[in-house]
């Protein structure tokens, strides 16, 4: 199996200090987060900007803000949200897009999200996507549900993204596809060969279905942003906790976890 790549997504735009007091609202804050995580094993931080009460902002300046102070400190690939938060427009969407980082999220469909509805439409897709590849952004495509996966391999037929492809699946989501063995093996069968693909599961199933892609050779994301529990009532100390407890059934089972430089390799992205 590859080298495991562990992706902290540290603070999103929906958890707030009224879930969790540690949860990171300022750019350096943030940094603190992905810091830690880094020292723990993840190789990716997945990272939203939030103004400092904690509403969830797409200003580039402030995700500039949040690349200074971590790229003072390491090495970690960065990896930024065009989710942003439900209800915001495309264009707010796209904003740190234009500061080039390594990689984005790019949601291929759309999807109800709780109460509410992320709304990707196909002219949305195809903006945002044509988006990274002029700006020399990796997308890491998020899948929601099975459908969103051939939307993703019609972007690469089509020639709108070129390149190594890598997914990201997003189960346990209130609307989406739940987070089961049955559903992750279908999800990865349906995969181009040669693809990557990382998990995250949403809440309690955080820490199962990390542990099926790490048997099965997949990537793992944890964090904040899908889950703020250790165990069941607890609440997880920091976003670090969660990447350790990663990196030790990692260990367990003898798959090697790979650093940003390998990590890099693995996504094919330049290294810097």
């Not at 804050?29 to 995580?37: F, T």
């Not at 938060?85 to 999200?113: C, D, I, K, S, Y």
């Not at 599961?201 to 944890?222: D, F, N, S, T, W």
Request: negative net charge; hydrophobic residues 40%.
């Amino acid at each position: 199996m590859d080298k495991l790549i562990i992706t902290a997504a540290v603070n999103g735009a929906e958890v707030t200090r009224e879930h969790h007091p540690n949860i990171p609202y300022t750019p350096e804050e943030v940094a603190d987060e992905v810091v830690k995580a880094y020292h723990a094993g993840a190789s990716i931080a997945h990272i939203h900007a939030r103004l400092d009460d904690g509403t969830p902002t797409q200003d580039r300046e402030r995700y500039a803000q949040i690349y200074h102070h971590i790229r003072k400190r390491c090495d970690i690939i960065v990896q930024v949200s065009t989710g942003g938060a439900v209800g915001m427009t495309l264009q707010e969407r796209m904003q740190p897009l234009l500061l080039q980082p390594e990689m984005a999220t790019l949601t291929t469909g759309t999807v109800n999200f709780g109460s509410g509805v992320f709304m990707n439409t196909p002219e949305d897709i195809k903006t945002l996507a044509e988006t990274m590849i002029r700006e020399k952004v990796q997308p890491e495509f998020e899948i929601f549900e099975m459908g969103m996966i051939n939307n993703a391999l019609h972007l690469l037929r089509d020639g709108i993204v070129e390149g190594h492809a890598h997914f990201d699946f997003v189960m346990g989501v209130p609307g989406g596809i739940p987070a089961t063995i049955h559903n992750l093996l279908a999800l990865v069968q349906n995969l181009p060969q040669g693809a990557t693909w990382t998990v995250a599961g949403i809440g309690r199933h955080q820490l199962p279905m990390a542990l099926h892609a790490l048997l099965m050779g997949g990537h793992v994301r944890v964090g904040f942003e899908d889950n703020i529990y250790f165990q069941k009532g607890v609440l997880a100390d920091s976003n670090a906790q969660l990447v350790e407890r990663v990196v030790r059934f990692a260990k367990e089972v003898g798959r090697e976890v790979a650093t940003p430089v390998e990590a890099r390799q693995l996504l094919n992205l330049k290294q810097i």
